[in-house]
């Protein structure tokens, strides 16, 4: 258990290190640097001035320097400063990160919820008006786009219903003890992790019934109803648990794709995480914030999918660690 | 006032009281203006990089900046000058020095007495240097003559206009020399938390999310500001700003917050209103640029034909949904001062482009007269269709259109550091005062190769420089106008760049939000006037 985890770790630098280089080259083959739209912001003529920001923004050295310099203060876990907001990357993106997890959390525990049990009550009621309902409901969540579903959601259940706030993290303005922050979060939580979180259970909901109907026609489970268990019990402890290992490496691919789908949502939910900066990032060329977020979240990506593997071993005895 | 005749309106005393409501802005006080209240604001555009941007940075963090930081004086939607820091800015006979009298008993967020010596310090390290650039290239020492009067003293005769128009505008905002003092002003981490002698003092920032703003109580206006806080909250997508203002979270939007379809849909509910006033001193257009380094567009008659060949009032009316004009000349309409209707005038006319194309030496010959590379700055969505539009428009006059709409930081990069483009289609907002914003496009020392936002067509023309140059120093008002005119006249004749549409954006409100778009610039102002009628 221990020798898979460090192997794990151990594999996250290199993973680390090619996202740096590659979103490096990548954003300098983009035209325009951080250092154009700076300047053209903020209307600065004056050659002098020109140079001096030139020098601060370490844009006068070459490309190559340039990288190496970042790589050697990543490795001394320096992620650098970000000019454009006057503070160090680290601190601006800390500042918006434990958001973007809240949503992602909440919205992967919906999508679980959601799609285990559509999935399982579609299996059980195979080829029932049930089982079409759900798979319609499958295809819908599937199909319809994310910002489409949060805004249309915002309309029916914030504005005409007046159920949740329409977006942001927090009731602005109000001081309230830790327990009522919570269930403030927890308000404007419902619609942007429903939204995000929907579109996840539609495919959870189809591999789970796929899954779970062919987990039903093996021996064991013939074993397990021949020596009297109840239906519920078969369902739950025997087809279920075992039905669930596609799911979860389904839910360690999707963490990333997660990852970028939430900055839709937050954009349409004016949810203070981590899409807002990245966009605003890459637009202005701002690459140590980029290479920030990025570095991150591949770190966040590749802790989730090393807790899917030990997540394997506890659902799977037979999946030994090597 | 569709619920009143007019003979109802002139017979009644009640109509008269109306009358004088109605005459003014939406939200003309009427009423006593009530304490208290928090305003929850936004604008049209997302989150700024910072609260405060020393060196202008856009519209973003000019709006977070200006609640805090305020300006010597101010310019009122009639296009007057109101003393805000200063009492009195009074030029010498030779117009060669100003003296600044500044408004006793203002002190800072953290105390401090605002002084002679903070004004010496933002003329010289800060707006010379920085915030005005090469507008204030003139200004040669500042004096601080008493603990309140600073004597300003320029290399030429400066007009009383474009001064004040200059102190007024973005470029005029007073820092703390105590806190400024010995750092990069541009660096400075404070920029994040400014402090300055404004009605709202930053409380707090969440990022990506908004920014909360407490009441100063010792603001040296007593008794303002009327609003208890003051929310600026960012929404990235203007759909949720419709459903924030229908769901009572949102009170006011600068800038064209909400779709243009949805501005009739809340209007027509009598809760919210739409106001077009306040835009005057940071009025947009959207500009055409023909690039002269190009053997083709440096023909005037090319330049010209092209022009009769976009319908402007379609781009109006269909990718603006009517929230633009056309233009005239290289002012936008709602500039009363300078705005003039005798300039040459390119009315939409496919038979005289060709004709004009045909004389110029560009006949079609296979099919096509010429090929160009039309680039449309794909900062505003509305850039996206007017490109596609324009390709359509041009071809029309049988010309191959090869379109780019890259986004922002490459656009800059294309039409000003590396001019590779033929026609662009860009943006700017001018103020009342031409120099520098709108000449700083026409004159040969507007050409500042990564420069944005000015010559960027490489238009040189001795007579052109002559005429700004004259418009520089021309102290007498009534002569200045009639130069500008000049300008104007030559600028649209010339036509190396010229507005296409003038925008008119629009500020959405609650209607019971008071006394906003008073002044020339609303989005810039500090706000300290607003009160909530609840």
């Known amino acids: 258990m221990r020798r898979i985890i460090i192997r794990r770790l151990v594999q996250i630098i290199p993973l680390i290190f090619a996202v740096i280089v590659m979103n490096f080259v990548l954003i300098h083959l983009a035209p325009g640097s951080l250092f154009d739209v700076m300047t053209s912001e903020q209307q600065i003529t004056d050659p002098k001035m020109l140079d001096q920001l030139r020098h601060t923004y370490g844009v006068d050295q070459p490309v190559s320097v340039q990288l190496a310099k970042y790589i050697w203060s990543v490795m001394r876990l320096d992620l650098g400063y970000s000019y454009r907001q006057n503070a160090p990357v680290f601190d601006v993106i800390m500042q918006q990160l434990p958001a973007t997890l809240i949503l992602m959390l909440a919205a992967v525990g919906i999508a679980l919820l959601v799609g285990v049990t559509a999935g399982v009550l579609a299996s059980i009621k195979v080829n029932t008006i049930w089982d079409n309902l759900i798979s319609l409901g499958a295809v819908f969540f599937f199909a319809a786009p994310s910002f489409w579903l949060g805004i249309m959601m915002t309309v029916m259940f914030a504005v005409k219903l007046g159920w949740f706030p329409v977006g942001g993290m927090r009731t602005i303005g109000v001081d309230e003890s830790a327990f009522g922050a919570v269930l403030d979060v927890m308000h404007h939580l419902v619609l942007p992790a429903t939204a995000l979180g929907l579109f996840y259970a539609a495919t959870f909901a189809r591999v789970m019934r796929a899954s779970m109907l062919e987990v039903a026609r093996l021996d064991f489970v013939r074993t397990a109803r021949a020596k009297g268990l109840s239906g519920g019990r078969v369902v739950l402890a025997h087809v279920m648990r075992n039905a669930m290992l596609p799911i979860v490496t389904l839910l360690g691919l999707q963490l990333g794709t997660m990852l970028g789908g939430s900055v839709v949502i937050e954009a349409v939910f004016s949810w203070p995480g981590i899409g807002s900066l990245l966009f605003d990032s890459v637009m202005s060329r701002n690459f140590p914030m980029v290479l920030g977020v990025l570095v991150l979240g591949s770190l966040l990506v590749a802790v989730c999918n090393a807790s899917v593997d030990l997540l394997y071993l506890r659902l799977d005895p037979r999946i030994k660690a090597r | 006032m569709s619920g009143f005749s007019r003979r109802d309106f002139l017979m009644t005393t009640a109509g008269a009281v109306l009358a004088s409501g109605l005459a003014g802005s939406s939200s003309a006080a009427t009423a006593t203006p009530k304490r208290g209240g928090t305003l929850v604001g936004t604008w049209g555009g997302f989150e700024p990089q910072s609260l405060f941007v020393p060196a202008g940075g856009g519209s973003s963090p000019y709006f977070t900046s200006t609640k805090v930081f305020e300006r010597l004086i101010r310019l009122t939607a009639d296009l007057k000058f109101e003393p805000v820091l200063a009492l009195g800015i009074e030029p010498a006979e030779d117009f060669r020095s100003y003296t600044i009298k500044l408004r006793p008993n203002v002190s800072w967020h953290d105390g401090k007495p605002l002084t002679a010596d903070d004004l010496v310090f933002n003329a010289i390290q800060y707006w010379k240097p920085i915030s005005a650039g090469v507008t204030l290239d003139a200004l040669q020492t500042a004096e601080a003559v008493d603990p309140l009067t600073v004597v300003l003293k320029f290399k030429v005769p400066v007009p009383e206009f474009f001064l004040k128009s200059v102190l007024a505008g973005k470029a005029g905002l007073v820092i703390p020399k105590h806190i400024y003092d010995g750092s990069n002003i541009i660096t400075n981490p404070i920029n994040n938390t400014p402090i300055g002698t404004g009605p709202f003092k930053v409380k707090e920032w969440v990022r990506g999310s908004h920014v909360e703003y407490a009441r100063n109580d010792n603001y040296w206006n007593s008794g303002l500001p009327y609003l208890d806080k003051l929310v600026i909250r960012w929404w990235r997508d203007p ?241 200045r106008v009639s130069l500008v005119h000049e300008f104007d006249k030559l600028a649209a004749s010339d036509a190396p760049v010229l507005p296409m549409v003038d925008l008119e954006p629009v500020t959405i409100a609650r209607s019971d939000v008071r006394d906003h778009s008073l002044t020339a610039d609303f989005m810039g102002e500090s706000w300290a006037e607003v009160w909530l009628d609840r």
């Open chain 2, 239 to 479: 759909a949720s700003r419709s459903a924030a203002f229908e769901a009572g979270q949102l009170d006011i939007g600068t800038f064209n917050p909400i779709p243009a379809p949805d501005i009739a849909r809340l209007t027509a509910t009598k809760k919210f209103v739409a106001e077009t006033k306040g835009y005057s001193n940071s009025a947009w257009i959207t500009s055409v640029e023909f690039n002269q380094r190009r053997e083709i567009f440096k023909k005037r008659e090319v330049r010209q034909a092209l022009l009769h060949a976009i319908d402007r009032s379609f781009i109006a009316d269909t990718v603006f949904f009517g929230r633009a004009r056309p233009s005239l000349g290289a002012l936008h309409f709602s500039n009363s001062i300078f705005f003039t209707k005798d300039v040459q005038d390119y009315p939409f006319d496919v038979k005289k482009a060709a004709a004009l194309l045909d004389a110029a030496g560009y006949p079609v010959k296979s099919g096509s007269r010429f090929k160009m590379s039309l680039v449309s700055a794909g900062w505003f969505e509305e850039n996206v269709k007017i490109g596609q539009y324009l390709k359509q428009a041009f071809e029309d006059v049988d010309i191959t259109v090869d379109l780019a709409i890259p986004d922002r930081a490459t656009s800059l990069k294309r039409i000003y550091t590396d001019y590779d483009y033929d026609v662009a289609v860009s943006n700017n907002s001018a103020s009342i005062e031409p120099i520098p914003q709108t000449t700083q496009y026409y004159t040969t020392d507007g050409i500042v190769k990564g420069a944005a936002f000015r010559n960027a067509t490489g238009y040189s023309n001795p007579k052109m420089d002559e005429t700004v140059s004259k418009m520089a120093i021309e102290t007498d008002e009534k002569k």
